[in-house]
């Protein structure tokens, strides 16, 4: 009559067939073992994956410098466009704000401006029509990715921007009282347009140069 085989003793069930160095390995162990040896596989595909990934974007970025470059102008360029010289547009209505050479023709004409309209009525036209155009210089310029070579002047251009405003609002103050003669405030305003002017031509100085490296 055949004998039914005799069951496995536990400890054998818990243990792994093969030995190492003559010792049984538990399977808990080995599985553990398993596990770690995957997990730090896993990371060294990422971490490859992603030193791949960054070398690539160095090298498309590179290789089209000239492409970020041209946008960038474009964008600063139309915000400046649609914003900065919109405002004097509006405020120096009648007046060619392009060709304006220095601090006090600015100042002469936007006195002249509020005693022909009154101040009270001036006043009116810059905080309705003109300010609102200010507005979005600052956190459209925020949004731009700048490379190092320019996030001086582009800083330039948000804080600039800023004080113009903040000048502004001091001499709408001055034309609400009837007092368009308020120096403090009209020497701020042309000192800004003046460091925003600067800071603008400095951008496109080093864009012309990127550019024609290329």
């Known amino acids: 009559m055949t004998r039914a085989p005799e069951p ?27 596990r770690r040896g995957r997990g730090l596989m896993l990371i060294s595909l990422w971490a490859a994956l992603g030193l791949g990934l ?24 139309g915000i400046r466009q649609h914003s900065f010289d919109a405002f004097w547009e509006c405020a120096l209505e009648g007046v060619d704000f392009r060709g304006l050479r220095n601090n006090a023709e600015l100042t002469g004409w936007l006195r002249m401006l509020a005693e022909d309209a009154g101040p009270q009525d001036y006043a009116a036209h810059l905080r309705e029509d003109c300010s609102p155009k200010l507005e979005p210089i600052a956190p459209r310029l925020a949004q731009l990715i700048v490379p190092a070579d320019l996030s001086t002047d582009v800083a330039s251009l948000q804080r600039t921007a800023a004080q113009l405003q903040t000048h502004l609002s001091s001499w709408l103050a001055c034309l609400d009282r009837g007092e368009p003669d308020c120096a403090g405030a009209l020497q701020g305003i042309a000192r800004s ?22």
Do not use: C, M
């Open 54 to 77: 960054a070398g690539l974007w160095q090298l498309l970025s590179h290789g089209d410098e000239a492409r970020v470059y041209g946008e960038l102008g474009r964008n600063i360029n």
């Open 193 to 214: 347009w003046f460091e925003f002017q600067t800071a603008h031509a400095s951008v496109n100085k080093t864009l012309k140069h990127r550019l024609e490296k290329r």
């Open 8 to 34: 496995l003793a536990e400890a054998e069930t818990s243990h792994v067939a093969a030995e190492r160095g003559g010792e049984p390995v538990p399977l808990a162990r080995a599985g553990v073992g398993f």
